[in-house]
């Protein structure tokens, strides 16, 4: 089993920028892999980014140039560094992490961006 807890949402205007936290009950060394999702309301969740045990990370299109995930080992960490937000980015993000062939969800932050 594994724990996720997101933080770091919270209301900024666009072009602002929010780092958000996700913190896992166990040492991330053992994740396969662990990313952010999002999801706006209406809209299917989507991938924002994700990094892999090896270091690799994969980016959503429409975030790409403007967010950067990134692992602290250290404090079983993972963070979502957002930049030049958009109102678009407007949704609740989820962190997500695979441990073998079990996924893990967290429960989730908001994120609003106004115009």
């Known amino acids: 089993q594994v724990q996720l807890v997101e933080s770091g949402g919270g209301l900024v205007q666009a072009g602002g920028s929010l780092r958000l936290s996700c913190a896992a009950s166990?040492?991330?060394?053992?994740?396969?892999?662990m990313g952010w999702y999002r999801q706006a309301p209406g809209k299917q969740r989507e991938l924002v980014a994700v990094?892999?045990?090896?270091?690799?990370?994969n980016y959503g299109d429409s975030v790409k140039g403007r967010f950067t995930i990134s692992r602290e080992n250290a404090k079983n960490t993972v963070l979502l560094q957002m930049n030049n937000l958009k109102p678009e980015d407007t949704a609740v993000y989820y962190c997500?992490?695979?441990?073998?062939?079990?996924?893990?969800w967290g429960q989730g932050t908001q994120v609003t961006v106004s115009s």
């Open positions: 990094i892999t045990s090896g270091g690799s990370t």
């Open positions: 997500n992490a695979h441990l073998g062939y079990a996924g893990y």
């Open positions: 166990r040492s991330i060394f053992s994740m396969n892999d």
